[in-house]
């Protein structure tokens, strides 16, 4: 109560019209103290975490078609309006698919029943086939590499292929969690595909990630066009070891039972809701988090976390009553996990509209503490930048890096046609203990941490549209 | 294959008899040259890790009244007649209860129907009754004490009492593990029987034990004599949160079913593996473990390392070819999770034998670094203990520590007859992250712990076995 008091209070003060300050004048293109003020009342800020809450507790999963996605888009939508931007849904069809049964023993073992009771905990993956109704059992071909199940392609038909990758953590730890994600990734992301075309009757691959409470993380996984999905899911690590340790002593089978449906594509829509700049309205910087989430957890971190940040750069800018240059578009963009509709929706129609998008900025990497900006742009456009680290460093984000590929899969469109790509820096080193599974919940983020976010992301989004002139365009790489 | 070859040449090493020392003699009452020879041939043990291998992975799960436990005493009274041990079974009867459905799901929150999709993650605590088969639904009431329940004991009336205590992981991370567990474990023993007293229809009871996974920890919990057990399972730390934010707001409704069954009793028996005594046969020193676990994991670290730890004080003294003045008897309990009845079954018979119970170990809390000995015995018999800490030094084994209480479920009722009971002092930091529930598994457990565990184990066996007088009876409290 207290907190908010004050705030209502500082947002009454006058300050200066930022306006008429300018690189020409000699003094800083866009006015520090006006970033300090951004910093410091998104350092108070209170709605994104309350807005987190009730999209985690009252609503909860948000998996693309379902009535939680649904519910999540009306309530975001009335939030933005409630703040004062102008808000808009964009619409899109996306992908529907439904996790079902999904259960897996051991009934093999060393060439004999076992009798016990050895049940596996797993996750279907997004997109996973189906097997018969009331299961399929087979033999386990347990491989740690895509290099020995090429070796031992003939011995995958007719078998349960298990990838038994592990997470490096330590790659993780040192603030490389993308680079662990992606490397220990390509088991899910490629593996049923690959051995499906080997003749393979299911895929189970180890969870991409750490932490070892027996807790399965789901996921996306590609197939080639026209290829079937097979069944395919995610074991826990115990799991993938335990299958690993049992196939080295003898042959084992495992009764496996995946009963996903695909359903026809679903109606959604992103959310986008603008803050009209004040000389360029039609130039546009914009910054986001997806709404959709996997269905096992609340998707809190997930990117509850990332798109709520994104939502408070607007409101931030309202409390304060700061309308930049530029229009700030904030967008809570739709089916980032299991199928990225979203962001093609968004750069469609964008491509259509007048104007430029001169920035894009997408939060998307859990709801640890904002350690600095990563930002994919020109190396001549670096050293504009750093007036925001600076504006920063009150609060510790105070790192500057330059990133030469994608660094938002939603705003990935964006980048590929030369838009300057930001994301937060970060600390990503337990989210991919939690991420796509039952454990990404509210209580995973720590309301400061949050704050950070919204404060780096405010001050980021706030000083693109405020500069003179926009950032150079930029090629960057297709990678993330 | 090197480590083994080694331990069977240093078997085949004289040494002196050390029956010839004793403390008349004005040297030392046990040779610690024996005793370190013990310690070194244990930090080598691959025996128990092994056995534990073997339990975990091609046996499983071993609640009372499962093929699980019967395969696992099969399994374990053979590989102990292979050691050379005498080996017999204790029969006894063991309740049998099976966890069935257990599903729960928030369907009204602030007075409307949810509609989506918010599923909570539980788990039947022990003797937990059943709901109908397709479930029942009620209003909940969250309470954080047992003086709230009373406060509010007319609201508990046809409703789903949620238990919301926090485990304190500070006191665990300070040594204080099992103090933390019998704390927070209040809920979990006695909540249940207390909200049924009051007309509650069902009880949920925040798991007890940290580390945030959205996993559950169930266990057992009491009823009164002729009380019926109502339904009553463990909520994953997350969801007994999730719950609690949402009745602060407004009315919950959950829908809950749970369909354990209460089966007869069931066949089942202890283990018991003699080493005899080269003096006094008939006296007898118990070092032991229970060979059942709860059906969520498969027991690996409660208590399939305490159990394999304790037999391989024989395997240790079988490779050294070394027998005490009095028998060491290693006993597989059975039954220790959920009725006690092994350790009930073991004093029945003892009782009725000639001879002594001069001592008893229990190794009972998980598969942490051993940091020396436990001893429920009276204050001047510590000093004679001094000699096994610093046997174990070289290892880092070297706290010795008086208790009052009782060290072991399943040698409480020796230690109730004056017994002194022993338990070795063990990391037990993040025991209870993995205490009853589905990760329990054998990556939880590090071969060097278990090593140190059977070293601490063997020298303080060997002692009590082989000190010229035996301890000093003891008259203990009642409580752990």
Redesign the interface.
């Known amino acids: 109560m207290s907190i908010r008091f004050w705030i209502l209070s500082l947002a009454l003060l006058p300050f200066f019209p930022v306006a008429a300050l300018g690189a020409a004048s000699g003094q800083p293109a866009v006015d520090p103290a006006v970033l300090g003020r951004i910093r410091d009342v998104a350092m108070q800020d209170v709605w994104a975490y309350q807005h987190l809450?009730e999209l985690t507790?009252?609503?909860?999963?948000r998996l693309s078609g379902?009535?939680?996605l649904e519910?999540a888009i009306v309530r975001i939508a009335a939030a933005m309006k409630e703040v004062g931007a102008t808000v808009a849904l964009q619409p899109t069809k996306v992908p529907h698919w439904e996790r079902g049964v999904e259960t897996a023993d051991v009934v093999e073992?060393?060439g004999r029943s076992?009798?016990?009771?050895?049940h596996l905990?797993l996750a279907a993956l997004g997109d996973s086939g189906a097997t018969p109704a009331n299961g399929l059992t087979a033999r386990v071909l347990v491989v740690h590499s895509f290099e020995e199940l090429s070796a031992r392609a003939k011995d995958a038909q007719g078998k349960i292929v298990v990838f038994n990758m592990p997470f490096d953590q330590r790659l993780a730890d040192n603030g490389y969690a993308g680079e662990a994600y992606g490397q220990a990734g390509e088991e899910r992301f490629v593996g049923p595909s690959a051995a499906s075309k080997l003749g393979a009757v299911a895929t189970l691959v180890r969870s991409v990630g750490d932490?070892?409470?027996?807790?399965p993380h789901t996921g996306a996984t590609e197939w080639d066009a026209g290829q079937t999905p097979m069944p395919a899911a995610a074991l826990a690590?115990?799991d993938a070891?335990?299958l690993d340790?049992?196939a080295a002593a003898g042959p084992v089978s495992v009764h496996l039972t995946l009963t996903p449906r695909h359903l026809p594509d679903a109606e959604s829509a992103n959310v986008v809701a603008e803050w009209v700049g004040r000389e360029h309205p039609e130039d546009v910087v914009v910054v986001g988090g997806h709404l959709d989430s996997w269905?096992l957890?609340?998707g809190a971190i997930d990117d509850g976390a990332g798109v709520m940040a994104a939502a408070g750069v607007i409101e931030t800018l309202a409390r304060l009553g700061l309308h930049p240059r530029r229009t700030i578009r904030f967008v809570a963009f739709t089916n980032e996990e299991n199928g990225g509709r979203g962001g093609q929706a968004y750069f469609a129609a964008a491509s259509k509209q007048p104007g430029k998008t001169v920035a894009a900025i997408e939060c998307d990497l859990g709801a640890g503490r904002a350690l600095g900006v990563q930002a994919a742009v020109n190396s001549n456009s670096m050293e504009k930048l750093k007036a925001v680290t600076q504006a920063l460093s009150p609060i510790g984000a105070t790192v500057l890096v330059r990133r030469e590929g994608v660094v938002g899969s939603d705003i990935r469109p964006l980048q590929l046609s030369g838009v300057p790509g930001f994301a937060p820096l970060l600390d990503a080193r337990h989210y991919f203990?939690?991420h796509h599974?039952?454990?990404d919940?509210?209580?995973?983020v720590d309301p400061e941490n949050l704050r950070s976010e919204v404060a780096t992301l405010a001050v980021l989004a706030y000083y693109l549209a405020e500069m003179p002139e926009a950032l150079a365009r930029v090629t960057v790489k297709d990678e993330e």
């Open positions: 809450a507790d009252e609503i909860g999963p379902s009535t939680g519910a073992f060393a076992t009798g016990l009771n050895q905990h932490a070892q409470y027996r807790l690590a115990e070891q335990l340790r049992l269905d957890g609340t203990d939690y599974t039952a454990a919940t509210l209580d995973k």
